[in-house]
C-alpha cells in the first residue's frame, strides 16, 4: 500500500511507505458513533452487503449454535447499533483472552481466543443476526507500544456507515 492510503478521515499520516515498512507520524481523531440514525432491527441491509452477511471461512454465521445465540443476543433491541453492543459485549465479557487462532465455531465453544477468534465470533454472530459485518486490521497502542490487532466493523446504514466494534478490550464505536 502507499503512503495516501493511510489518510481517512479518522487519520492523517505523514511520512513514507516502503515495503513493508512504515516511517512517520499519525495523527487520529477519535470519532464516536452513538447510534444516531441506526437502522432499525431486525435490520434490512442492501443487496450490495450481502457479501458481509454470509458465512465463511472461520465466520461460521450458519453455524445453530452461533445463530441461536445471535437471536437471544439481539432479541427485543429497538435498532442495529444496541442488536450489535448486545453481540460485542457479550463477546467481550464471555470469551477469555487466549492466543488460539481459532475460528468463530471454536472460539464459542471454548470460550476463549485473542483478537482474532473474538473478532471472527463477533462478525458470525451479527451476521446471523442479520448485520453486515467485516474484519478490519491494524495496529493497536497498549503497554507502551504499537501491536497488530484485529477487530470488527458493523454497518449502521448509509448515514453513519461502517462503525468499529472492538469486542478484546471492549470499545464500542469508537
Known sequence: FSADELNNDRQTFDGSVSGQRIAGTFRTRIVRYDGAGAPPFPMDAPDSLAEYLAAESKIEADDPEIAALARDLSAGQ????????????WVYHNITYQITGAGARQCLADRQ??????SYLTIALLRAAGIPARMVGGVMYAGGQFSQHYWVEAWMGEAAGWVPLEPTVGQFGW
Not at 79 to 84: L, T, Y
Not at 113 to 118: A, E, R
Open 78 to 89: 429497538p435498532d442495529a447499533w444496541q442488536a450489535a453492543i448486545a453481540v460485542a459485549d
Open 113 to 118: 481466543g485473542d483478537c482474532g477468534p473474538k
